[in-house]
């Protein structure tokens, strides 16, 4: 494969192209990394990609990789959902990239690990060009996740800046992007999820249950419906689980 460092509009990723391929459009996927990473984090997901002849977009995300502003964790961390809802958007731009660079045959697949895979979940809300998806250790709940995550950080000691009413405001933001609220969204779309079940920083069970009620959801297309879950492992994908989501990925986007 090669591998080309590339900046598209004012966001750096890395372009991966198929052994063999001069140009013209390929089946491609857009994959997310998670918080704290960066794009080059994914490229042995990209590298399984471009064996079947699909092309991998790998974005940084804000305040990450290439776009690190010398922020430490923390405060990171309090940026969770904005660096969250800004993928969510930029999705679009680099769906858009695609196509005026005449590069995706049809439309891409959308995908990520942690992180990126809770904001894959999101952008099923958003964007209905999205043509399968791969949820590594994420979760669709934002505003349960949210809850808990301020619940987490002030018992941890942190003052979070801010008031009640912000608290409100953002909360009914993230319930617009929070799946697990608006199942229809994914219109029975491919959807493959991984989890640890021992995962102690994406908990298990929203997964799972999410799962189970898309099971009724997609009772006449069960085939498009794969979840992998490990009973031993925690919050990092298994090579099993990587080898799984590419060729089920590139499985239905040469469909």
Known sequence: MRVENEAWGHIPVLHIIPDG???GP?????????????????????????????????????????R?????????????????LTSIDELGFLQDELHKRQLTSGEPAVG??????????GALTA??????????????NYVELAKAQMRQYESRGFDLPLT????ERMLQ??????????????????VFFWHGVKDPTVPFEPTNRLFHALQQDYAAYPERLMFLKETEAAHAVSRKGMLSVTGWI??????
């Open 21 to 23: 391929h001069d140009g």
């Open 68 to 84: 690190d502003q010398s922020l430490d964790e923390v405060q990171i961390s309090l940026r969770f959902w904005e660096i969250v």
């Open 127 to 140: 964007h209905p060009w999205i043509k399968a998806a791969a949820v590594m250790m994420g979760s669709g």
């Open 173 to 190: 933001a993230l319930s617009r992007f929070d799946i697990s609220l608006n199942r229809q969204a994914f219109g029975g779309r491919p």
């Open 112 to 121: 990520g690990t942690s992180m990126g895979g809770i904001t894959t979940l």
């Open 26 to 66: 390929l089946p491609t996927v857009i994959f997310l990394h998670g918080h704290m990473s960066a794009k080059e984090h994914n490229l042995h997901y990209a590298w399984q990609w471009a064996k079947r002849g699909v092309r991998v977009i790998l974005p940084d995300a804000l305040l990450h990789g290439e």
């Open 250 to 255: 590139a499985d239905r986007l040469s469909e």
């Open 164 to 167: 009640e009413e912000e608290r």
